[in-house]
């Protein structure tokens, strides 16, 4: 198996190959901690996840980072607008970082729900200022910032690469400026490293720097969290296409320009947005699904998951209730026949599995593989475990072997479902032979059979049930 990646930076399909023989660094843009993340987000949680699967698969020692942003980040990534963390604070009646706690919290609560492996290394942006103040250091000693107002920005005039993995160009930049427009920039494309003066005269955290008492901008974070984890120069890093013109650009410039080494990150690695049907979904109005709604409504999170799946992630996908009760029946579909197949195969463990797919089993892992390898192609991945399951010419070993090996990458807990499905037939059929009794009892007690009624009574409770004769009926608790 080869695996080829979709490089934003180049605009191609390209053949991974690490920096480093078998080690592959890799940075994935974290939430930021103010609201609860959105559906929309998770797809590039997912995303990352079905990324990092693929890499292990293939026997890289990954090393996965995420940032955790709990400050700095205004509501417009151009430093304009709100600060998403002090707004938040403020309408809740909270500090802060007990609002950054809760909803980091709740954020990875999501994340295993959806199977999203946890990252290797997890890092606060409050808790990595020291290195954001060293590297914004490095890139004032060689050149690239200016002072103006209070704030300390990035000069993007003096970095000639600007704006290479967005095809921007700086003319361009000038003309499009947006209506509001820091009148401290030199041009409309600078960016904030550091903050002393800012509109929040209130800003809860601040830190002293060379440049005054202030914070961080948003994107010198990711600049310096990745490099202090991963090195000055890494495989992947990845984030939704909303990421491409202003954060990752100016992570890029910052890196680069303090490093002096091109390119920092190899591959760029970008997904499409998950969109409703009504338009776009925003975390900062409030307008948005969470993963806990799809719960309430009725979905297990791995429906959310299979759903994801469905799509390719460089496709934009159109999220609605009936699209994923189509994935909710196709997974369950899906468990019903596996679990006629884990039966038939005498329910063996994943572990005895280990290379048990052999011969015609073994071709549609290939299969599974290769789509995985064309960039990341879930949805024909998925559409080969469809035909694996539904040949009949592969004993039900072969098959389950073949399936547990293909939810490695899948990750949709398939082991643990179907052996815990046979823990839910056991309570069903407990369930099934309580009230047989039951009501065995309830026509001895019609036909005056007292004695045959309390055997019956004796009987449970020496199964741990007991029994409340209501004038409904009776009811049996567990006791
Ligand atoms: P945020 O917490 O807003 O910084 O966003 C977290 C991640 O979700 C980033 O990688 C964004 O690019 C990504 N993202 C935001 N909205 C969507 C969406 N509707 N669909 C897919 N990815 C999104
Ligand atoms: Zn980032």
Redo the contacts with the bound molecule.
């Keep these: 198996m080869t695996l080829s990646l979709y490089n934003t930076l180049g605009r191609k399909v390209e053949e991974f190959k690490p920096l480093n023989a078998n080690k592959v660094g890799f940075y ?6 103010y609201n609860y ?2 559906i ?2 998770l ?3 997912v995303t990352h996840d079905i990324l990092v699967r693929i890499l292990r698969r293939l026997n890289f020692d990954v090393t996965h980072v995420m940032n955790v ?1 709990d400050v700095g ?1 205004l509501s417009g990534d151009n430093d304009t607008g709100d600060d998403k963390m002090l707004k938040s604070a403020e309408e809740r009646g909270k500090s802060v970082l007990e609002v950054a706690d809760f909803y980091t919290k709740a954020f990875f609560n999501d994340t295993e729900r959806l199977m999203i492996a946890r990252p290797n290394v997890i890092c606060k942006a409050t808790e990595h200022i020291g290195e954001m103040i060293s590297l914004i250091k490095r890139i004032e000693a060689n050149g690239y910032t200016y002072l103006s107002g209070g704030n300390l920005y990035f000069d993007i005039a003096k970095f000639k690469s600007y704006g290479e993995l967005a095809n921007l160009r700086l003319d361009e930049l000038k003309a499009g400026a947006r209506t509001e427009v820091d009148g401290f920039k030199r041009n409309p494309g600078d960016f904030v490293l550091w903050f002393t003066k800012s509109k929040f005269e209130n800003q809860a955290l601040q830190w002293d720097s060379p440049w005054g008492r202030g914070y961080p901008g948003w994107h010198i974070e990711c600049s310096a969290m990745s490099i202090k984890y991963l090195g000055e120069q890494f495989d992947i890093h ?6 491409i013109q202003i954060h990752h650009t100016n992570e890029i410039a910052q890196s680069e320009a303090a490093t002096n080494k091109h390119p920092w990150v190899k591959y760029w690695v970008h ?5 409703l049907d009504r338009g ?2 925003s ?1 900062s109005t409030g307008s948005f699904i969470t993963l806990q709604n799809l719960i309430d409504a009725g979905y297990d999170p791995l429906d959310y998951r299979y759903f994801l799946l469905g799509g390719h992630y460089r496709s934009q996908l159109q999220f609605s209730f009936e699209s994923l009760d189509g994935a909710k029946n196709a997974r369950k579909s899906l468990l019903n026949i596996l679990k006629a197949l884990y039966d038939k195969a005498g329910k063996p463990a994943a572990d005895s599995l280990r290379g048990g797919a052999t011969g015609k089993a073994a071709e549609y892992i290939e299969v599974f593989e290769t789509a995985l390898g064309d960039n990341l192609n879930t949805p024909r991945a998925l559409s080969s475990l469809w035909t694996l399951i539904k040949d009949n010419g592969i004993p039900a070993r072969g098959i389950i072997a073949a399936v547990f090996d293909m939810d490695t990458v899948l990750g949709l807990n398939l082991e643990k479902i179907l052996s815990a499905a046979d823990q839910t037939s056991v309570d069903e059929n407990k369930k099934a032979g309580i009230e047989a009794l039951v009501l065995r009892r309830t026509e001895a007690k019609k036909a005056k059979d007292f004695k045959t009624a309390d055997d019956i009574r004796d009987e449970l409770k020496q199964k741990g049930v007991i029994l409340e004769d209501t004038p409904k009926g009776t009811i049996w608790k567990l006791i």
């Design positions: 994935g843009c974290g939430p930021t901690v993340a959105h929309g987000n797809r590039a949680y942003t980040h990845s984030g939704g296409i909303d990421h997904n499409e947005f998950l969109v776009k979904m975390k």
